[in-house]
């Protein structure tokens, strides 16, 4: 029998189904509460609201689970790549040789920028930050294809998200490449995704940059763990956006302004720092645990913690890991490694955060991955921008695709003044 759920206010009862989904995690369908009963629901933050329904990512947070497409990411992160992965997220299966070729093709015909989008990125002055630049240019390029903008998005769609995911790239290079004033390095036909990132990053023009197999697997594997991570804050900016029937560009532009954040994807560049931080202050980081649980100190422990994920992020897992890897391979020695790891022990020891259940999160250790690859900090939210890319298209894809979908608008409790009247100016005090 489907499970309904009763909500009593002043006596009355009123009753709403229960929706279940495919992983039996349930949501009191309150859609029709106000309507009935002149009530609405009020969840700062939203950690009880079920926004949508969609069929791309799922995460069990108590277990520290997590699949995209129901595949797990231990598996996805294992045998896959960024792209087959972008891939899976926005078409919801894995593709087979063909449909990765002309995928793939799609990513490379569309790696170039329009000439005139470079002029603009030297508008920048250089010391902007690149989320900024990544933003407003993400924004801009969609004035430079109009005939992809059309409201009926079939047709085009495949072409908008293979040039959005390769042009992502092209972009946050050429804001780098302009910050350092350094010549702009174009994308090379025979190079894959992430390689060619890292060779528009920092090729010379007389001179290739050589590429590391151990460097390009890693970053590879980082825009991997980031493609989706369900309805966090800058992909419910993205949905948010793309229900009031904006282009693809203008939604994800939007999320990439949400990601910026130090709460979100932002938190990678704040872990770096913070490890700077307690390097270069002598603290092997127990100085700053006991900052980090003191409400007063205004520090966090940058890196752990997650709204979801009441257990170890299972991308976490595979980044720690990784990281060690790569700095064994590239024969690097990180002290902020050594204090990243010593954080985490004595943190995982600590009643306060094994209280409040707090554990590293995807950028505990991404960043120390990137600084071996010589990634400026800056540009660390960046990446983080480029892998979420898929994630962000598949779920305009959702939005778009959904026949009763409606523009996202919140209500709210109003707590200011209750009625007044204007004062004319001679009057006021
Ligand atoms: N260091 C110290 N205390 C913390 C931390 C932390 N990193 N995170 C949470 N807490 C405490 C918080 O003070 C609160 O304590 P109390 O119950 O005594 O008031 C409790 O834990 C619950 O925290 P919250 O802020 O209510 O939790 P939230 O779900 O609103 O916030 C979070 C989640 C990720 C914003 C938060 O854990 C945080 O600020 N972490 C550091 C920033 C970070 O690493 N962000 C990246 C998130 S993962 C990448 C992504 O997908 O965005």
């Not at 127990?286 to 205004?298: L, R, T, V």
């Not at 752990?304 to 994920?309: D, I, K």
Request: a neutral charge; charged letters at 25%; aromatic letters at 10%.
């Amino acid at each position: 029998m489907d499970k309904t759920a009763e909500i009593i206010i002043d006596g009355k009862s009123y009753r709403y189904p229960v929706v279940v989904g495919t992983e039996q995690e349930s949501g009191i369908d309150i859609s029709q509460l106000r309507a009935q009963s002149g009530h609405i629901t009020l969840d700062d933050g939203y950690g009880n609201t079920g926004a949508c329904r969609s069929n791309i990512t799922f995460i069990d947070g108590e277990k520290g689970v997590l699949r995209y497409r129901g595949i797990p990411i231990e598996e996805v992160a294992e045998k896959s790549t960024f792209v087959e992965t972008a891939y899976l997220i926005i078409w919801g299966k894995l593709p087979n040789q063909a449909e990765l070729r002309r995928f793939s093709d799609l990513l490379t015909e569309n790696s170039m920028l329009h000439e005139d989008m470079k002029q603009q990125f030297e508008a920048f002055p250089a010391n902007a930050h690149p989320m900024a630049i990544l933003s407003s240019m993400i924004n801009a390029s969609s004035c430079f294809y109009p005939e992809l903008l059309t409201s009926e998005m079939k047709p085009t769609f495949d072409l908008q998200s293979a040039r959005l995911i390769s042009q992502v790239r092209t972009i946050a290079a050429f804001a780098y490449r302009t910050s350092r004033g350094l010549p702009i390095i174009y994308a090379k036909p025979d190079y894959k995704y992430t390689a060619n990132f890292l060779h528009m990053m920092f090729s010379h023009p007389l001179k290739d940059y050589e590429l590391d197999p151990a460097a390009v697997k890693a970053l590879d594997l980082i825009f991997l763990l980031h493609a989706d991570h369900e309805q966090n804050c800058s992909t419910s900016t993205v949905r948010m956006v793309a229900s009031s029937r904006a282009n693809m560009f203008a939604s994800c532009a939007a999320g990439v302004c949400a990601l910026w954040g130090p709460l979100h994807g932002g938190a990678n560049q704040a872990v770096l720092e913070m490890l700077d931080t307690i390097h270069k202050s002598g603290d092997d980081g127990s100085k700053f645990i006991e900052a980090a649980k003191d409400k007063n100190s205004g520090k966090r422990l940058m890196g752990f913690g997650h709204r979801v994920y009441k257990n170890y992020d299972p991308r976490a897992k595979i980044i720690k890991k990784a990281c060690d890897d790569v700095l064994e391979k590239l024969k690097i020695s990180d002290p902020l490694l050594d204090i990243a790891k010593k954080l985490e022990e004595t943190a995982l020891k600590e009643s306060y955060f094994i209280e409040r259940k707090l554990y590293p999160n995807v950028d505990f250790y991404s960043g120390i991955i990137m600084r071996a690859l010589n990634i400026p900090v800056e540009m660390f939210t960046v990446l983080f921008a480029i892998g979420r890319m898929p994630g962000w298209i598949a779920n305009f894809k959702e939005v778009m695709e959904d026949p009763s979908a409606r523009i996202n608008r919140p209500r709210q409790i109003y707590t200011g003044p209750a009625l007044k009247h204007y004062v004319p100016m001679k009057d006021r005090k």
